[in-house]
T-cell receptor, first 117, second 114 residues
Framework: AQKVTQAQTEISVVEKEDVTLDCVYE???????LFWYKQPPSGELVFLIR??????QNEISGRYSWNFQKSTSSFNFTITASQVVDSAVYFC??????????????FGKGTLLTVNP | KAGVTQTPRYLIKTRGQQVTLSCSPI?????VSWYQQTPGQGLQFLFE???????NKGNFPGRFSGRQFSNSRSEMNVSTLELGDSALYLC?????????????FGPGTRLTVL
């Protein structure tokens, strides 16, 4: 069965600090997909990134970067020079490819990030 | 381009009733997926529809069902409501599918079951 663990329930940082959100996953499939989402206080989920299991390249998008390591089953998310607007709950998710109509998305419990001015 | 819209935004029902929630995707998007968010269970995937066909489904009882129309609008139905169905229900649309493209989420429908 697939599982996603976000061990950090809450993180608090001061603006301009770098912060890394951890995500560890479990799956028996060789083909799977990993996601990160952001949920700001307004409640609307925002898709951040999708990565398939065959693409281990790290990704950078502005102040955001993602480190995918299959050897440790981790897909960590780093925010560089954090800003108050980054305050949100961040969810990591996993989907095995399955077959036909059998795949489903499993979410971690989320990490509440608070960036203080 | 208009975003994903969900109606109604808030809903109060009593146990045993049924409810239908609606999601209108971004124009041109063919995939709609539904999610339930509760304080206890967190975010859970309900199902995904693509071109009027359910492509996959999470671990929810048969009381939860959905459908998608030819214009890609989707509805989710919950029959015989239970207190535990109180949640924020989110839908997302995508050009093809949640495994293939980024998803765009609606603001959600807050359902309260009394």
């Amino acid at each position: 069965a697939q599982k996603v663990t976000q061990a950090q329930t809450e993180i608090s940082v001061v603006e301009k600090e770098d912060v890394t959100l951890d995500c560890v996953y479990e799956t028996r499939d060789t083909t799977y997909y990993l996601f990160w989402y952001k949920q700001p206080p307004s409640g609307e989920l925002v898709f951040l990134i999708r990565r398939n299991s065959f693409d281990e390249q790290n990704e950078i998008s502005g102040r955001y970067s993602w480190n995918f390591q299959k050897s440790t089953s981790s897909f960590n998310f780093t925010i560089t020079a954090s800003q108050v607007v980054d305050s949100a709950v961040y969810f990591c998710a996993l989907s095995e490819e399955g077959g036909g109509s059998n795949y489903k998305l499993t979410f971690g419990k989320g990490t509440l990030l608070t960036v203080n001015p | 381009k208009a975003g994903v819209t969900q109606t109604p935004r808030y809903l109060i029902k009593t146990r045993g009733q049924q409810v239908t929630l609606s999601c209108s995707p971004i124009s041109g998007h063919r995939s709609v997926s539904w999610y339930q968010q509760t304080p206890g269970q967190g975010l859970q995937f309900l199902f995904e529809y693509f071109s009027e066909t359910q492509r996959n489904k999470g671990n929810f009882p048969g009381r939860f069902s959905g459908r998608q129309f030819s214009n890609s609008r989707s509805e989710m139905n919950v029959s015989t409501l239970e207190l535990g169905d109180s949640a924020l229900y989110l839908c997302a649309s995508s050009p093809r599918g949640l495994l293939e493209y980024e998803q765009f989420f609606g603001p959600g429908t807050r359902l309260t079951v009394l």
